[in-house]
């Protein structure tokens, strides 16, 4: 299997793994006893938000453990929202982001009433910031926009974004849930007010929320007085444990990653190149006529995106067809679903404006730390082999 998912989930690493493993045998202690196994396990807890604040560049203080990127999130918008319900009722957020962003401001608005305002984006699915500035009103307590976005890998431009809200005094929270691990996210240069990591994307367990200190925010749940009374329960110190790490090796590792994520980002951009009729803009494939050569058209911003992703769109092509042929043999991600013959395109493709002959074809391929040129090359080539099979049945 050659696995192009990354962007989905990635393997926990080795030395995660190896990381864990006392977690599950000797130190199963509860952090809050004051016996061994419990010291044991407390000095666990701490040195991953040490690991966690260091990755981030931000104080331990402000380092929340959580279930993963939904709940991160949930807890970012419905906790600043309903604290500063007394400030406004209105809430920015842009088209394109993860349904753990877009459902809960809707969740927000139809129980609540808050408003919410939804950014368009442009052609390689980037927010505009001066559409950003004037959708703000003095209502608006929270912006929440993504970093990068999980389907085109486009980079959002948080900080600029953050010196905007700073002027109003607004809250900014960023889901950073794709970012971690693939560039930099300096919470001080982002100028960010909350921050998601989902660490199933950085080789790790279990999610973050980043609070920078003063924020106002609901508690997440009520209990006992753990992560800073704020999260109450009794903490998961295996999943700690190995985000810690995760968080470690994705800061010393951040450039060598960037660095071969990209090279293998770009030789599958060059291997389709070769063998495919390749667009880079929706102008040009829509004024280009039909050949006998496949034609893809490349979505989001290869130079200011994620450098492991690489969202391609095959003209004419429904991508569930291909990936499930290809199914034991390559692993990739559709950015379109077919359901009873309707096929359903992204909201992501839509927001950007990708044609629907393209849209309808789109595959997202994420390489990772484990990808390798050898399995670039026979991902092309059984590509290749299975669209064409595809386009000759459907013209008999």
């Excluded at 067809?321 to 950015?335: F, N």
């Excluded at 044609?355 to 026979?378: C, D, K, Q, V």
């Amino acid at each position: 299997m050659i696995y192009l998912d990354y962007n989905a989930t990635t393997p926990i690493a080795d030395e995660v793994r190896e990381h864990m493993l006392p977690y599950l045998s000797d130190y199963f202690g509860n952090p809050s006893s004051i016996h061994f196994v419990g010291r044991k396990a407390k000095k666990a807890m701490d040195d991953a938000r040490k690991q966690v604040a260091l990755t981030l560049n931000c104080d331990t203080e402000e380092v929340y453990f959580t279930s993963g990127g939904t709940e991160s999130n949930n807890w970012a918008i419905k906790g600043v929202a309903l604290a500063n319900r007394h400030k406004g009722n209105h809430i920015v957020t842009s088209s394109v982001e993860h349904p753990a962003v877009l459902k809960v401001c809707d969740y927000l608005e139809k129980e609540f009433g808050f408003r919410i305002t939804k950014l368009p984006v442009d052609r390689v699915g980037r927010v505009r910031c001066e559409e950003l500035s004037e959708a703000l009103s003095p209502d608006t307590v929270l912006v929440t926009i993504m970093h990068a976005n999980n389907e085109v890998g486009t980079l959002q431009p948080i900080s600029d974004i953050s010196i905007v809200c700073r002027e109003r005094g607004i809250y900014l929270h960023t889901d950073a849930s794709q970012s971690v691990g693939k560039v930099s996210t300096d919470v001080r240069e982002l100028g960010v007010d909350l921050l998601t990591i989902a660490a199933h994307k950085l080789y790790g367990p279990k999610g973050v929320l980043y609070v920078k200190r003063g924020t106002v925010m609901e508690k997440f749940m009520h209990g006992a007085g753990h992560e800073s009374d704020r999260r109450a329960g009794t903490e998961n110190v295996l999943f700690m444990a190995g985000l810690g790490k995760a968080c470690e090796i994705a800061r010393r590792d951040l450039e060598e990653n960037i660095r071969h994520c990209r090279k293998n980002r770009d030789l599958l951009l060059d291997l389709f190149r070769q063998r495919f009729e390749v667009f880079e803009d929706a102008e040009s494939a829509m004024s280009s006529p039909k050949s006998d050569r496949i034609q893809v058209l490349i979505n989001g911003d290869l130079q200011l995106g994620l450098p492991n992703t690489l969202s391609a769109s095959f003209r004419g092509i429904i991508a569930n067809q291909i990936l499930h042929r290809l199914s034991e043999q390559l692993a990739a991600s559709a950015g379109s679903a077919c359901h009873s013959d309707v096929i359903t395109i992204s909201s992501v493709l839509e927001a950007m404006a990708v044609p629907h002959e393209f849209a309808m074809g789109t595959i997202r391929f994420s390489t990772g730390r484990m990808t390798t040129e050898p399995e670039l090359h026979l991902a092309v080539e059984l590509l290749e082999t299975t669209l064409l099979d595809v386009t000759r049945s459907d013209l008999h």
